[in-house]
């Protein structure tokens, strides 16, 4: 990150003008935690980001010494919780849970209202999660070459179902589309509720659906799966190959879970929160949370969390590009 914003311009003019009070930055250097931490979701109670945030904070909490406040903030696919961080004091009290959603609406958004790079600072890689194909038994599809073969075949004629155009899914569907040489024709729903139930009914052929979503439909046998979108298993569904094993190398479009602060949040306040969430998601009771949803703790800090962030941004951008998927 490089430069000012005009944010830290303004920041640093009401530093001098203060005076001799202390600033937060100052307080957050000496002394960070001395009060509650807010950590704002953009998604709704109840959601996956929701509960991995509180099994974040219910063993950061210890850790930290100060309580973690989960605030839930949804709207606009947690655009309204970002811009409300991207703004907030960056003194380490104000905290974002993104997600692969927020670089999807990055990218797609004309005019976005914030920039996950110049106006985040990277904390820890929470965890990651699975994003899986699946297909209707009435498809009578067995594997990814079985199903590239029929689009092969007819051309825009095989259906795949996605929840909304430009979301992640529907561009996760985009980049198998352009890796495979095929052409599919995307069907938009509200959501992946009403994608399943047309997948289920036959409707609609594939659907590339977040693990958690369809696992139970899978077991029982309602929903073929054919691979995990990744380069290796996923742990709630060991026994669905990879997109590797399935023949299409180094695809990988996983979800992911991560901790991040405003710009210019000082940096020991940072690696203290970012010791503790390695502690934290890797603590029993957070492993099960996971598992439940389909993720698996990661725990990465801000030097591994950086890089990823910024090669996920170019790599999202490149697919929505390449396929002319507008903002």
């Known amino acids: 990150m490089s430069g000012f914003s005009r944010r830290d311009l303004l920041h640093a003019a009401v530093g001098v003008a203060a005076g001799p ?3 937060d930055a100052a307080t957050a250097k000496d002394g960070y935690p001395s009060r509650p931490i807010h950590l704002i979701v953009g998604f709704t109670p109840g959601s996956a980001a929701d509960l991995t945030a509180r099994a974040f904070s219910n063993g950061a909490e210890g850790v930290l010494g100060q309580k973690i406040v ?7 696919g947690s655009s309204v919780a970002a811009q409300y961080v991207a703004h907030a004091s960056a003194d380490g009290y104000t905290l974002f849970l993104a997600t692969l959603s927020n670089v999807t609406d990055q990218v797609m958004r004309r005019n976005p209202t914030f920039n996950l790079v110049s ?8 965890a990651g999660g699975a994003v899986v194909l699946v297909v209707s038994p009435q498809s009578n599809l067995h594997s990814v070459a079985e199903l590239i073969a029929l689009a092969k ?3 825009n004629e095989v259906l795949c179902a996605t929840a909304g ?4 899914v529907d561009l996760v569907a985009v980049l198998f ?3 495979a040489g095929i052409e599919l024709v995307r069907v938009p729903y509200p959501g992946s509720p009403q994608a399943v139930s047309d997948l289920m009914a036959g409707r609609v052929t594939m659907f590339f659906s977040p693990a958690s979503t369809v696992i139970g439909q899978i ?11 990744a380069t290796k298993h996923a742990s709630v569904l060991p026994d669905v190959p990879s997109m590797a094993e399935a023949g ?3 695809f990988d479009a996983s979800l992911w879970l991560g901790l991040m602060a405003p710009a210019g949040t000082p940096q020991t306040a940072i690696e203290k929160v970012a010791k503790a969430a390695d502690a934290a998601m890797h603590a029993p009771q957070a492993v099960a949370t996971l598992k439940r949803l389909g993720f698996d703790p990661i725990g990465e800090g801000p030097d591994r969390f950086g890089p990823y962030l910024r090669s996920e941004i170019a790599r999202w951008s490149d697919v929505a590009r390449r396929a002319r998927v507008k903002p």
Do not use: C, H, N, Y
Request: charged content about 20%; hydrophobic content about 50%; glycine content about 8%.
């Open 70 to 76: 989960v605030e839930d903030k949804p709207g606009a």
């Open 119 to 126: 106006d985040f600072a990277p904390i820890s890689l929470l």
């Open 177 to 179: 589309a352009q890796r």
């Open 219 to 229: 077991a029982a046998g309602k929903l073929i799966a054919l691979a995990t979108a």
């Open 248 to 250: 299409m190398p180094d």
């Open 165 to 168: 155009i430009g979301s992640v």
């Open 21 to 23: 009070l202390m600033s």
């Open 153 to 155: 075949s007819k051309p």
